[in-house]
Structures are given as structure tokens and as C-alpha cells.
């Protein structure tokens, strides 16, 4: 369960005050998987990653129970001069996995190889992205956060990917920012859109798209 | 999956942390942990050669290298404290991508961490003085482990001040490198606050680190009363200046997240 207090996030640009949430409070309940629909610069990663814990808001509060993961994908939290297996066993200890286990999984996933006993500075970005993926999946979160399903590695790589990730939606929910609609009908049961400081919440991810889509056909409301 | 304590999270957090400064500072190469020894032992003996030669004895005992070793070790403490934990934040910033890990964190293990590789290092390099000299000397280990606690308690205020400082202000951090430089000098390392004129003993008091070196003298000098020592005083201005240092981390948490 994560809950939003009265949560507000604003920025200024160009000497103009915008805002990305004004004053929300809202519950999100478990057991339901979540799209988060909203125009370029509306915030939604800037949402996301507030969910995560990696941005706070203005004032209000976010009360989380329960597991949550950083935005998949994501790779900036590994060291640069610690292997990728030392990096993985640093993420075990901070979420209590038991470490032999997390490197067997992520050694397995990863197709790294040796590679996976080089620092991570000589790593391709594609490598790190790897290792980034297969350490989530070696944790059992209770909430994924995904910042668009990026592809990673080659095609048979993105379908093991994508497998590992549905074998997980049967015991975790995924919060999910992504451009493309067929990808959020895939994976949610309901739509969040964000516009202008408001979030408005539909319980059929369809009712969130067709708003999302009147939102974009009409003019952004800040101009 | 178990709901577990708080308590239990914040422990593991720090032991990972621990760990991974542990292979980041000195897990690749022996020599960072030779250099840690050599340059406070390389310090200790050149003050000695030097001063051998100009003075006849020291201010207390006749030992120059005792001397020099119990003033300059415990500085060295608060020194190595000190920089360890003005780093915590610079250095990772990358981890607040793991919302379990906060800032205060990062400061505890480094602190921690740090303090364990000093008093090693301070009972080595202290061991080998006291070897190489066959000094005879009843050790008071309560002053000893006293001097110890004020260096790194004060190390851990100023470096909790500075980690936020130095995140913001790159200018400050270079002052500050100024500033910390002949502190060296002023910290009774070289002298016995008791035997300097009036005025320039009340002015040198303030100095905390002054309190820390005689509480190290007093632990290896019997008949060395430091009748002017004030443990009180540093503990007091250590506290205050690591509590506006922890609500400077919280405070600015926002800021830093953002970069």
C-alpha cells in the first residue's frame, strides 16, 4: 500500500511556477497494477520516482509498506570501481537476500560471464543494464516501478527479460510509465493520468486512456 | 516475507555499507593500508630527528619520539575521522538510488569504520615507539581511550557539518583545507599547553583538539596533571556541532536527491 498525504511538487522554469502535483492525497491500493498516463513534462517520472523514494516531495508525505524497487532499468545506484558481483551482493545485504543466492540468479541471468567479476566502470551500457535487470529480479519486490520497458540486449535477451518480468506480476504489482497504449492495456488494471497538479484515478486502464488521449488532442494548459 | 523491525533494516544497511567501503578504500591494493601506516609513523619520526637536533629535551619525559607520538597520533585520529566522514556524502550520492540507504547512514559507516582502522593504526604505530625507545611508562588506559574518544567524537561532528558543506560549496571545501592545515601546529602535537604564557594559552583552550593531545599526554605521563583539560568542553562542542550537522543532511535531503 502506498498512500500520498497532501503531497506537492513544483518547479520553476523560465520564472514560471509549474506544478507537478498540487496538494494530492490518494491511496494505492495492492493487488492492482497501475499505468501512469500524461503528456511530455507532466511528471510522471518525476511521479515515479517519488513512489520509489529517490525524490521528495515539497511538503506532504508518501507512507510505503511493504517492498518497493527503484525504477527498472535503472542504473546509477552501482559503484563504478566494484565488480558487478560485488555490486549485486551489496543490493542482497541492503534488502536481506542471502548473497550466494543473489549472485547464482544474477549470474545466470545476466549472461555476463567473467564480466561479472570486472569492475562495473568497464562495463557497455548495455552491460549495466543487465546487470541492473537481473539484480531486480533476484529481489522478490512487492511493487515494481518500470520507466518504459527499454530494450535491453538482443532479441532473445529482451523475451527472457520480459518472461522473468510476468513471472513476476503474479505475486507483485507494477506501477508503469510508457508511451505506448498496448503496452499498458498488457500490463495494468488501472490508469492513473497526471495533468496540470491533478491525478485523476480510473479504475478501467481503458476510461485512463481515452482521458489521456482527450488531454493530448486538446491545448497544454499551462500556455 | 516477513515484515521485519526497523532496527533490523537500519543494522543490515549498515553492515552492507561497511562492507562496501571496506572493498572500495582498501580492497584493491595493500598499499593503501601500508601508506595509512607509514605516514603517521613517517611524521612521528621526522618531528623526532628534527627536533632532537634542536632542542635538548623534550617538554615532558625524555623521549622525543614519545612525545611527538602521543601528541601526533591522537591528532592524526581526528584528522583521518574527520576527512573519512566529510566525504560520506560526495562519494555516495549514487546510493540515495536505494531509498533504504539515507545520508545519516553513509556517515555512521564511514565513522565506524574509520574509527576501527585508527585505533589500529594509533596502537601499532604506538607499539612501535614504545618498542623502538624501550620507553618504560605506566600506560593510564582511561586517558588514553579518553583522548580517543574526544578526537574521533569531534572528527565526527566537524566531518557531519562538512559532508553537507562541501556538497554545495566546493569553495568552502578548499578554505576549509586552508583552514585545517596549521591546526597541526596549534593542537599541543609540538607543545604542553601548561607551560605557554597566559595569554596565548586562553587563546589556544578554545582549540578542542588541545584537550584531545593532553588527555593522550596524561595517559602516558604520570606526573602530567593537564590541570587545564577540559573533556566537557569538546564533548560539548562536538555534540552541538553534530546535531546540526545530522539536521542539516535531513533538511537538505530534498536538494541533495536532485543534485
Not at chain 1, 91 to 110: K, P, Q
Request: hydrophobic share 50%; aromatic share 10%.
Amino acid at each position: 500500500m502506498i498512500r500520498f498525504e497532501r503531497v506537492s511538487k513544483s518547479y520553476v522554469a523560465d520564472g514560471r511556477r509549474k506544478w507537478l502535483l498540487r496538494d494530492v492525497s490518494m491511496a494505492w491500493p495492492r493487488g492492482r497494477s497501475v499505468g501512469l498516463l500524461g503528456r511530455n513534462g507532466a511528471g510522471k517520472s518525476t511521479l515515479l520516482r517519488m513512489i520509489g523514494g529517490a525524490i521528495e516531495p515539497d511538503s506532504g508525505a508518501i507512507r510505503r509498506k511493504g517492498r518497493i524497487s527503484w525504477p527498472l532499468g535503472f542504473t546509477g545506484g552501482f559503484h563504478g570501481s566494484l565488480t558487478g558481483a560485488q555490486n549485486a551482493r551489496f543490493v542482497a545485504r541492503i534488502y536481506g537476500v542471502d548473497t550466494d543466492d543473489m549472485l547464482e540468479r544474477v549470474d545466470d541471468f545476466s549472461e555476463l560471464g567473467p564480466f561479472l567479476h570486472m569492475p562495473v566502470s568497464t562495463y557497455s551500457s548495455g552491460m549495466r543494464a543487465r546487470l541492473a535487470f537481473a539484480v531486480s529480479m533476484a529481489i522478490d519486490f512487492d511493487v515494481y516501478l518500470v520507466d518504459e520497458i527499454t530494450a535491453v540486449g538482443d532479441a532473445a535477451f529482451k523475451r527472457k527479460c520480459l518472461e522473468a518480468f510476468r513471472a513476476k506480476l503474479g505475486r507483485a504489482d507494477v506501477i508503469m510509465v510508457s508511451h505506448a497504449p498496448a503496452t499498458i492495456l498488457e500490463y495494468c488494471h488501472v490508469g492513473v493520468v497526471i495533468e496540470d497538479g491533478r491525478l485523476s484515478w480510473h479504475t478501467d486502464v481503458r476510461a485512463a486512456l481515452a482521458e489521456h488521449d482527450v488531454n493530448m488532442r486538446g491545448p497544454p494548459p499551462t500556455l | 516475507m516477513g515484515r521485519e523491525s526497523a532496527l533490523a533494516i537500519q543494522l543490515r544497511v549498515l553492515f552492507a555499507l561497511v562492507m562496501r567501503e571496506m572493498t572500495t578504500r582498501y580492497g584493491r591494493s595493500v598499499g593503501g593500508y601500508v601508506w595509512a601506516l607509514l605516514e603517521p609513523a613517517g611524521t612521528v619520526a621526522l618531528l623526532t630527528v628534527i627536533f632532537a637536533q634542536i632542542a635538548r629535551q623534550p617538554p615532558l619525559g625524555d623521549s622525543f619520539a614519545m612525545f611527538f607520538a602521543t601528541g601526533y597520533l591522537a591528532f592524526h585520529v581526528y584528522m583521518d575521522v574527520s576527512r573519512a566522514v566529510s566525504a560520506s556524502v560526495k562519494v555516495n550520492r549514487a546510493l540515495l538510488t536505494f531509498p533504504r540507504v539515507t545520508m545519516v547512514d553513509t556517515v555512521i559507516a564511514r565513522f565506524v569504520l574509520q574509527l576501527l582502522t585508527s585505533v589500529v593504526l594509533f596502537a601499532l604505530v604506538i607499539g612501535a615507539v614504545l618498542a623502538v625507545t624501550g620507553a618504560q611508562t605506566r600506560i593510564d588506559v582511561l586517558y588514553v581511550l579518553l583522548s580517543l574518544m574526544l578526537a574521533a567524537l569531534f572528527g565526527l561532528g566537524v566531518g557531519a557539518i562538512n559532508c553537507v558543506l562541501f556538497a554545495f560549496s566546493a569553495t568552502w571545501e578548499r578554505v576549509f583545507g586552508v583552514i585545517n592545515r596549521p591546526m597541526f601546529l596549534i593542537s599541543g602535537a609540538l607543545f604542553v599547553i601548561e607551560d605557554l604564557p597566559r595569554p596565548l594559552q586562553e587563546m589556544l583552550w578554545w582549540n578542542p583538539l588541545v584537550h584531545v593531545t593532553s588527555a593522550m599526554r596524561r595517559g602516558f605521563y604520570p606526573y602530567y596533571e593537564a590541570s587545564v583539560m577540559s573533556p566537557a568542553y569538546v564533548v560539548l562542542v562536538s555534540l552541538s556541532l553534530l546535531v546540526l550537522g545530522v539536521l542539516l543532511l535531513r533538511a537538505l535531503r530534498g536538494k541533495m536527491l536532485e543534485g
